[in-house]
């Protein structure tokens, strides 16, 4: 206006112009910051602004809408609708964290201690100390979590919204609790909607704050406490939620509130309405209300709703609802009013009855019992008479079956004494080798593994075998297997035991093939005749290898493939020659010891694990390493079954 001597420019910000503003601040370096929906600008001059990009792709897309200089921290604070929140310190943005990502910033405050308030339109309030961010949202007692408008004064952070405005006590803030108080159309405001960051201190005595209906001012020293309490009064019981004439219920009725004194109700009257009413002359709109129902809640129920609504009540009972009320201000009536009400228990739940009933139910038992008595006696003759009956044939029968275990048993152990008479002793090895060690433990009472020794003038033929199945099954093919061996090498000269092999072979076939079986049963062995002279051992094997070291390597001597017993074609097994030194070990072992689960692991031992223990100890004497496999056997397998027959031999030259 050139008569007032003001004048007015536009300074353009955007080629086009189209830009909305909604926030302006000005830093300690006097420079213009504009926050608009189409990023943030910054004029050195006041005249020629230029954008402030917030982080790398940012081409003046940002919808800025609030900015903050922070005296405390030297920093500048910017608020966007939909990035988030920003802070700009020694001229460079940085991106702040700790809100939720899909927080829409509207509003930034800082209050007289430093602190960082910051507003959203859909979160509710954060606050930031510096080091620590708290929310306060609508489950706390605000408004509503569309927040506009953020002010701080020295006691107080007062948050306008959507449903009106509410202050923030920050003393009782600091000591952990939200004090929040609400004013709205009964404290004067024209509209609850607050206009978007429309607040304008007026002193530390009041401010100013724009609604969509008008303008209002506060002014603290007229904002005064309601300290009278509202008058509070039952004013009506509803039964089943419908109007009763009290009148037809009781006598003593009060003639005010039409509402009796004592009442008694039938089982079926428990759904029960309570209306009341509190009286207060300021902001009556602002009256809440506090109930407990003595015999049901635990604890007061708080709320502006004039009904109290309790069904399914228990009857039998007495309950009493007490009632209290407080104005706006949150200043509580000192009278507690009491109703009390008591509801019958239906017939069937009175003590008489349940005496009555404890008695026909006690004489319909001692009939019963009595009756259930009598019968069992019966019952129990006609039982020891039969069980006697059946106890005499049960005996004959227990005798039978125990003369055939008896039989079985005598069997078996006949069967184990012939086959441990079979086996050659470690004494028969040591007449002729440096040590031997045998370890053997079959399954069961005789086993399908066994070892075979014999010496001819320089030679030593000594096999290990392990014939199909353990026990008793295992035991008669390895008595077969070991006869049809015995008469091969006597055949042989105790020579060549490739063609010992082939013969045992043959005779087993033949013996299976007269027996008139299918041959399923069958024998894997590892054969080797040692001269003692030339310290030459020849080796034949079928599926069972056999092992010696010498010179602290294990060599493995591999057999042929088809197991002793194989019928479906012509076998012949081959002949390996090494030569060995004084004090090698020869070992041969079937897979019982390898197959064994361990009870931790539940794995197999492995040949690989065995060897490696026969090879760490192959200078240890024989009789220790028999005793170590005992023991790592039986630590291993544990409180688990033995799943196989097991034999490890082992011969030092």
């Known amino acids: 206006n050139s008569t007032l001597g003001y004048s007015f420019n536009r300074l353009p910000l955007l080629p086009n112009d189209r830009v909305r503003i909604d ?21 050195t001059d006041g005249i020629h602004f230029n954008h402030f990009p917030l982080f790398d792709s ?45 927080a829409e910033i509207s509003t930034i405050v800082q209050d007289f201690k430093g602190d960082i308030w910051f507003g959203t339109r859909n979160s509710g309030v954060f606050h930031y100390d510096g080091s620590n961010i708290k929310q306060i949202k609508e489950t706390d007692g605000v408004s509503s979590n569309l927040i506009y408008v953020l ?4 006691d107080y952070l007062w948050i306008g919204t959507n449903l009106g405005l509410d202050r923030l006590s920050l003393a009782e803030y600091s000591k952990g609790k939200i004090d929040l108080r609400h004013y709205g159309s009964s404290e004067g405001l024209p509209d609850l909607e607050i206009n978007l960051n429309g607040v304008l201190a007026d002193g530390d005595d009041g401010f100013w704050i724009a609604t969509n209906g008008g303008l209002a001012h506060y002014q603290k020293s007229l904002d005064k406490i309601n300290n009278i309490p509202p008058k509070v009064s039952i004013t009506n019981l509803l039964l089943r939620s419908q109007p009763t004439p009290w009148a037809d219920y009781a006598s003593d009725i009060d003639e005010l509130t039409g509402l009796p004194s004592q009442l008694k109700l039938s089982y079926w009257q428990n759904h029960l309405t309570f ?52 104005n706006s201000d949150g200043i509580w009536s000192g009278e507690v009013i009491s109703m009390p009400i008591y509801i019958a228990p239906p017939f069937w739940a009175t003590w008489w009855f349940r005496l009555l009933s404890i008695i026909a139910i006690g004489l319909l038992i001692y009939w019963y019992v009595n009756r259930r008595i009598q019968y069992l006696k019966e019952r129990q003759e006609e039982l020891e008479a039969m069980v006697e009956q059946r106890t005499v ?28 008479s079979m086996l050659p002793s470690v004494d028969d090895f040591k007449k002729y080798f440096n040590d031997a060690f045998i370890f053997y433990r079959p399954k069961d009472f005789v086993s399908g593994d066994f070892y075979w020794f014999c010496h001819h003038k320089n030679l030593s033929v000594f096999a290990v075998a392990d014939c199909t199945g353990h026990g008793v099954p295992g035991a008669i093919v390895s008595v077969i297997c070991e006869n049809a061996l015995r008469n091969a090498v006597k055949e042989c000269d105790y020579q060549n035991p490739a063609q010992i092999l082939t013969i045992t072979n043959a005779h087993v076939v033949e013996f299976f093939t007269q027996s008139q079986k299918s041959i399923h049963d069958g024998m894997e062995i590892a ?87 026969l090879v760490d100890n192959n200078q240890q004497p024989h009789t220790y390493i028999e005793q170590l496999l005992s023991i790592t056997f039986d630590q291993w397998r544990g409180f688990t079954e033995q799943t196989d027959d097991v034999l490890v031999m082992g011969i030092k030259v």
């Open 23 to 43: 926030d302006i601040a000005e830093d300690r370096q006097k420079r213009i910051w504009v926050a608009t929906s189409k990023g943030l600008f910054y004029a």
């Open 58 to 102: 940012d081409t003046g897309g940002v919808f800025v809408q609030k900015l903050q200089i922070d005296t405390l921290r030297k920093r500048m604070w910017v608020g966007t609708r939909f990035n988030g929140i920003f802070f700009i310190e020694n001229d460079k943005p940085f991106k702040f964290t700790g809100i939720d990502k899909n």
């Open 275 to 326: 209306e009341f009413a509190g009286v207060s002359f300021k902001n009556p709109q602002g009256v809440k209300y506090a109930w407990f129902l003595e015999g049901l809640d635990n604890s007061w129920v708080e709320s502006k709703n004039r009904q109290a609504v309790y069904s399914n009540l228990q009857p039998g009972k007495t309950y009493r609802l007490h009632l209290k009320a407080a």
């Open 393 to 420: 044939e049960l005996r004959e029968q227990l005798d039978i079956v125990d003369d055939k275990n008896r039989q079985i048993m005598d069997s078996i152990m006949y069967a184990k004494f012939l086959q441990t």
């Open 151 to 154: 002010y701080a004064d020295s």
């Open 527 to 613: 054969l080797a005749i040692f001269n003692h002279h030339t310290l030459e051992l020849d080796f034949s094997g079928a599926k069972l290898p056999l092992y010696y070291i010498s010179g602290g390597e294990v060599v493995k001597l591999k057999p042929d493939i088809y197991r002793i017993g194989w019928d479906k074609e012509k076998v012949l097994y081959n002949n390996q020659r090494v030569k060995l030194s004084k004090n090698d070990l020869i070992f041969a072992f079937t897979d019982g010891f390898c197959d064994q689960f361990g009870a931790e692991t539940g794995q197999k031992f492995s040949s690989a694990r065995l060897k490696s223990l």
